[in-house]
């Protein structure tokens, strides 16, 4: 079409005319508007990078290209019609599909974190939530014990976003953090040693506790299941976990959904104290 115009103008000699409806027709805002797009489409692929969701996305993409080049360029009509039924029913079946990244996504843009210019309205309720020096001593005296112990453990340390959920999967303990009763719920022959320990508000909320299951391909085959625990709950929430290794009593740290692993008492006493 602009280039019909463009054509037209040149025979009609209204040049100055064609050059305002192109300014109109394609400016600042349509490139913005596009930039933001695939912005979007860039951030989505990067919440669903590693998972199985990953080949969906690159299919919808190839459907919504097939789609639009049926539709608006060979402008067939049977077939486009066909395509516009799927596409009206599109919307819900993204949300079935992609639900758990769906959730990620809005609790990524509701987390405090990231609102920092009302930041300073959440300093009250987080104060709740930050270890004092004493809490982060116990948690990486006990960590260090079942390290050298190869004792495995799943340690979930509640942030912004709430666990309840999780929580409510568990044993309720509610009680202050301490290194032997840590070490105690995770001993071999606990009961409550499988399932992950929610700390929030500086008190040891519950043990035994199920986690989702992280679906990434990406994390190396020697991480077991508390590994990839570890990594669903910061996945879909903006909580730290601490993994101590049954196999390799190594200490490994997730957080938003990356793994830091095999570090040191020391390095888990700065992780903690940051």
Not at 117 to 128: H, S, T, Y
Not at 159 to 184: C, K, M, P, Q, W
Not at 185 to 196: C, Q, R, V
Not at 242 to 257: A, D, K, R
Request: proline share 1%; hydrophobic share 50%.
């Amino acid at each position: 079409m602009i280039f019909r115009e463009i054509i037209n103008s040149i025979k009609n000699n209204h040049s100055t005319l064609i050059l305002i409806k192109m300014g109109i027709e394609f400016g600042i805002k349509d490139i913005i508007d596009i930039l933001l797009v695939a912005f979007l489409m860039y951030q989505t692929f990067l919440l669903i990078r590693g998972t199985n969701a990953v080949n969906i996305f690159f299919g919808i993409i190839a459907f919504i290209i097939c789609w639009f080049v049926v539709s608006f360029i060979l402008k067939m009509e049977l077939l486009g019609a066909i395509f516009d039924k799927i596409i009206n029913v599109g919307a819900i079946a993204l949300i079935v599909i992609f639900q758990n990244e769906i959730r990620r996504f809005f609790s990524l843009i509701g987390s405090r974190r990231n609102w920092r210019f009302i930041r300073w309205l959440a300093n009250k309720a987080k104060m709740a939530n930050e270890l004092k020096n004493f809490e982060v001593m116990q948690l990486v005296l006990a960590c260090r014990n079942m390290s050298r112990n190869k004792c495995g453990a799943l340690i979930v340390l509640e942030h912004n976003a709430t666990l309840s959920e999780f929580i409510a999967s568990g044993e309720v303990v509610n009680a202050d953090i301490n290194s032997r009763l840590i070490e105690s719920l995770f001993f071999k022959n606990s009961p409550l040693h499988d399932g992950a320990m929610i700390i929030a508000n500086q008190k040891i909320v519950a043990a035994g506790c199920i986690l989702p299951v992280s679906q990434n391909q990406h994390i190396p085959k020697q991480m077991g299941l508390r590994h990839r625990a570890a990594l669903g709950i910061s996945e879909r929430t903006d909580a730290m976990a601490i993994v101590v290794s049954e196999e390799t009593g190594s200490i490994s740290i997730v957080q938003n959904g990356k793994l830091t692993a095999d570090i040191s008492p020391e390095q888990l006493e700065r992780f903690l104290s940051q």
